[in-house]
Every structure is written in structure tokens, then in C-alpha cells.
């Protein structure tokens, strides 16, 4: 069965350093999709960051990378120079094999709340 | 802009009413999905619906119905509300193309008294 976990439950962060947030999966389908959302105390989910699997690069947005490891199956949200307003909760996603249905079906792991200090 | 919209931001109701909460979306998106989020396990799929009149049980979906009688729109229905169904419900929308994301609304905080 599929599943994403983030074992970490907080963490915090000092302004202007980059952090890691943790997320590994498991999946036996070759073929998956990895997402991170931040979830800010309004409670509105936004979307951040995607991997493929068979994408040959770690996926990059802005200040968000993704640090993609397929043999350890882990796919680390990192955050460069942290802002306050990256205090949040974080959920990583894995999109659920449906035999080419599309379905778009997400798996999410427990979240990992953090914050940033000034 | 993709907006999904839902119909409260907070909600409470007495136990064995009737709840509906209802979710609009305006992409032209052919799936809509509720979830409820609970402290410590993250998003659970309820229900999910890929086309209108169309939906599937996701993983939680007893003391839930669903209803997609518009593109647009997906209900949610708590038939007799029950204290255990205190929590933040979140509704998301998204194309069929693979490896598109789901775009989500503000959510609904429901409690039950």
C-alpha cells in the first residue's frame, strides 16, 4: 500500500537560514508524482512544489527545492532563507496510482508544523 | 486565478442535524474531492467525484454522502451529524491530465455539539 511519512511533527528555523523538511514514501508503481503544500494559519492548502518520478532533475520553484531521492524513496522540501511568513504547516503528497484513470487521487502525510524565529 | 470557493468558514450544529457544506469551483475542473483534516493525521479523503453525477468512496467515507449535480459543485452531506465529525473540511478541485495538483478552498471548521 501507498504511503507518505514526515516524522517530523514541528521544527523551528531561524530567519534568512534554510531548513529541511522530511518526507519519505513507498509506493511499488515506477511511476508517481510527489507534492508539497503549505498550510498558513488561514487553512487555505498551497501548492508549492511537484516532482515526477522519472524526472531526471530536482524539482525547483522560487525558493523551494525539492531534493529527490528515488533509491531512499525520500523527497525533502527544502526552503532557502527562511521568511516569518513561511511559519505554516507542511504536507507532503503523493499522487495515488490509478491505472491511467487520472483520478488525481492524493495521499497526504501528517504535516509538519514550522516556525520561524526572527 | 483558480478559485475554489466553500460556503462557510466556520460552522456549528447540534448532534443528528442534517449538515450540508457545499464547495464551488470555477476552472472548468473535472474532479472535486472533500477531505477532513484531524491534528496528527493529516488530510483524509472522504469522497471524491471525477465527473458530474459521478462519485467514489474515498478512505473515510461512512456517516458521509456526497452530491455533483453541477460541474461546478460538490456537496457534502453529513446526514445526522455527529460529534466525531468535529473537525475542518476541506474541499479541492482538479484537472484529469496527470500530474496536475488539486487546488483547494479556504475550508469549513465544523464543530458539533
Known amino acids: 500500500a501507498q504511503k507518505i511519512t514526515q516524522t517530523q511533527p514541528g521544527m523551528f528555523v531561524q530567519e534568512k537560514e534554510a531548513v529541511t523538511l522530511d518526507c519519505t514514501y513507498d509506493?511499488?508503481?515506477?511511476?508517481?508524482?510527489l507534492f508539497w503544500y503549505k498550510q498558513p494559519s488561514s487553512g487555505e492548502m498551497i501548492f508549492l512544489i511537484y516532482?515526477?518520478?522519472?524526472?531526471?532533475q530536482n524539482a525547483t520553484e522560487g525558493r523551494y527545492s525539492l531534493n529527490f531521492q528515488k533509491a531512499r524513496k525520500s523527497a525533502n522540501l527544502v526552503i532557502s532563507a527562511s521568511q516569518l511568513g513561511d511559519s505554516a504547516m507542511y504536507f507532503c503528497?503523493?499522487?495515488?496510482?490509478?491505472?491511467?484513470?487520472?483520478?488525481?487521487?492524493?495521499?497526504f502525510g501528517t504535516g509538519t508544523l514550522l516556525a520561524v524565529q526572527p | 486565478d483558480v478559485k475554489v470557493t466553500q460556503s462557510s468558514r466556520y460552522l456549528v450544529k447540534r448532534t443528528g442535524e442534517k449538515v450540508f457544506l457545499e464547495c464551488v469551483q470555477d476552472?472548468?475542473?473535472?474532479?472535486m474531492f472533500w477531505y477532513r483534516q484531524d491534528p496528527g493525521l493529516g488530510l483524509r479523503l472522504i469522497y471524491f467525484?471525477?465527473?458530474?453525477?459521478?462519485?467514489e468512496k474515498g478512505d473515510i467515507p461512512e456517516g458521509y454522502s456526497v452530491s455533483r449535480e453541477k460541474k461546478e459543485r460538490f456537496s457534502l452531506i453529513l446526514e445526522s451529524a455527529s460529534t466525531n465529525q468535529t473537525s475542518m473540511y476541506l474541499c479541492?478541485?482538479?484537472?484529469?491530465?496527470?500530474?496536475?495538483?488539486?487546488?483547494f478552498g479556504p475550508g469549513t471548521r465544523l464543530l458539533v455539539l
Open positions: 479541492a478541485s482538479s484537472f484529469q491530465r496527470d500530474q496536475e495538483t488539486q487546488y
Open positions: 509506493t511499488s508503481d515506477p511511476s508517481y508524482g
Open positions: 516532482q515526477g518520478s522519472y524526472d531526471q
Open positions: 503528497a503523493m499522487r495515488e496510482d490509478d491505472y491511467g484513470g487520472a483520478t488525481n487521487k492524493l495521499i
Open positions: 476552472m472548468d475542473h473535472e474532479n
Open positions: 467525484s471525477y465527473d458530474v453525477k459521478m462519485k
